[in-house]
């Protein structure tokens, strides 16, 4: 995130003495991306974040493709899908690419692993983008404490040690992204603060809240994320034995409700409900709003060609005005080189409509995507006929 944020206690200067109160050193922690040349913080620990105490399993992970080759539409109802474990052992991977990886998840768990004092897990290849469709809980961080319930947004970088634990159980929807996961470019003026004309500022993005430091000795799991699967990793101290730390690298959070919509007297494109911005796709939310008010405005938005993109849309909940047959939940996948648009009748139908009530994430990919095998557990295969009049 471009806005610097300091909790706990740091020395004056970095790369200096910090000592304890009993006179003994703390250890600094350099956590930066592009080596040394783009965001970073710095952590203060009462132990050396290095020790590792054993190296255990390692999980492979394989992306098995959809039997279906087809280049079609889908609908993909993932309220079916038969997910349920911890926030690892519930991910249903449905889309996946160079750029990212797209799951559905329930979690219904806390993580719990035997052998161990205490476990987390490490994304270690990808950035994370979290959409909470429902649930409670907490993400615990070695940088803080950030709270979830319904409609957030939580972006968790590469390299933060985590876990959730949940108060009730919890639906989401996951990207996985090689790159890093940002505030859009055009809402940022050239020192990065987000501009009067964005719809959303500083002050809906909440950040983590630093606890008291755990002094532990034990065994601790570090489930870490590989661009192959998950490794085991136990460390002899806790790692969330940070006493303070500053800079612009931490998770965050942003809740889909805090996103100001931009509406015209015509229809306006996606790119105005734009929310997040990667190398490989755009994220856009499509919010509760009024619609457009010239007298002739259609609404419902113009057939189009994603001659570039394909375009994922999850529909979290509301009444969708250009879709039949859409429940909460489903994701309509619409590939590059077919045109698509509203269905029969709903085009028509929104002429003189003064307003819409609905939540959807849309996900618009720069490259084909692949179809998962776990997606064909819950896929409409009449959705591509379903604009036949």
Not at 205 to 213: C, K, S
Not at 262 to 277: L, R
Not at 288 to 316: C, G, K, Q, T, W
Not at 350 to 370: C, Q, R
Request: glycine share 6%.
């Amino acid at each position: 995130m471009p806005f610097y944020l300091q909790q706990g206690h740091i020395p004056a200067k970095r790369h200096t003495v910090f000592k304890k109160y009993d006179g003994s050193l703390l250890y600094e922690e350099l956590m930066s991306r592009e080596g040394f040349s783009y965001v970073y913080s710095n952590l203060y620990h009462i132990h050396m974040p290095t020790q590792i105490a054993n190296i255990g399993k390692f999980y492979s992970n394989k992306f098995e493709s959809s039997f279906d080759k087809t280049h079609r539409p889908r609908h993909i109802r993932t309220s079916e899908l038969v997910s349920a474990g911890d926030i690892i052992s519930s991910r249903k991977l449905l889309f996946f690419n160079q750029d990212l990886n797209i799951y559905k998840s329930h979690v219904t768990e806390n993580m719990s692993y035997i052998d161990c004092d205490d476990n987390f897990y490490k994304n270690g290849n990808y950035d994370e983008l979290i959409y909470v469709q429902e649930g409670e809980g907490v993400i615990h961080t070695q940088l803080g404490d950030l709270k979830y319930h319904n409609g957030d947004y939580i972006i968790i970088p590469r390299g933060i040690v985590w876990k959730m634990s949940i108060s009730k159980d919890t639906k989401i929807l996951i990207i996985e992204s090689v790159a890093p996961i940002e505030t859009p470019q055009k809402y940022r003026n050239r020192v990065g603060q987000l501009l009067e004309h964005s719809p959303f500022c500083e002050r809906d993005i909440h950040t983590p809240v630093l606890n008291e430091p755990i002094n532990k000795s034990g065994k601790f799991l570090i489930k870490v994320r590989t661009d192959r699967g998950i490794q085991d990793i136990f460390y002899s101290k806790h790692p969330f034995d940070v006493v303070g730390w500053d800079g612009y690298y931490f998770p965050w959070k942003l809740n889909i409700d805090d996103f100001e919509p931009i509406v015209g007297s015509i229809h306006q494109p996606p790119p105005v409900h734009q929310v997040f911005q990667s190398k490989g796709f755009v994220v856009c939310s499509f919010v509760s709003r009024l619609f457009d008010f010239h007298p002739d405005a259609i609404p419902a938005p113009y057939p189009h060609s994603n001659v570039d993109s394909d375009e994922i849309l999850f529909y979290s909940k509301g009444d969708f005005m250009s879709r039949k047959g859409i429940q909460s939940e489903s994701i309509s996948y619409h590939p590059m080189g077919i045109p698509h648009g509203p269905h029969p009748g709903k085009y028509e139908g929104s002429i003189g409509k003064k307003s819409t009530d609905e939540l959807a994430v849309m996900v618009d990919t720069f490259k084909p995507l692949n179809i998962a095998l776990d997606a064909d557990e819950c896929d409409d295969s009449e959705y591509p006929k379903s604009w036949v009049l």
